[in-house]
């Protein structure tokens, strides 16, 4: 059963920094696209971040960059998010998604994507 598990959600402070885990079991990760999407309450899921399968390619939303990092372990199967500066408006709840593909390039398209995890909340509250 190909699952992803998200984990490392919580309350920060705004300005303070969070790490996002995103496991894969089921499937070698080392062949799929990985992202990570976002959704706030009333809002529709919208791409944060993602990262390329072969030659680890990212890409990021423009209220991401400069503050957020992608990252895979293969072997662990896990992709990290490491966010910094944390604002009120990054609160939501995180969901991580892949697809499978031997590719450079990724976009965090939500419709590119076919296998999702559960979500882990992220809080930015003082």
């Known amino acids: 059963q190909l699952q992803l598990v998200e984990s490392g959600g919580g309350l920060v402070q705004p300005g303070g920094s969070m790490r996002l885990s995103c496991v894969a079991s089921?499937?070698?990760?080392?062949?799929?696209?990985i992202g990570w999407f976002r959704q706030a309450p009333g809002k529709e899921r919208e791409g944060v971040s993602c990262?390329?399968?072969?030659?680890?390619?990212?890409n990021y939303a423009g209220s991401a960059k400069g503050r957020f990092t992608i990252s895979r372990d293969n072997a662990k199967k896990t992709v990290y998010l490491e966010m910094n500066n944390l604002k009120h408006e990054d609160a939501a709840v995180y969901y991580c998604?892949?697809?499978?593909?031997?590719?450079?390039?990724?976009?965090?398209?939500?419709?590119?994507?076919?296998?999702w995890g559960q979500g882990t909340q992220v809080t930015v509250s003082v």
């Open positions: 990262i390329s399968s072969v030659h680890n390619f990212t």
């Open positions: 089921g499937f070698s990760s080392d062949n799929y696209v």
């Open positions: 998604a892949a697809y499978r593909g031997k590719t450079t390039y990724c976009r965090p398209k939500r419709h590119d994507y076919d296998i």
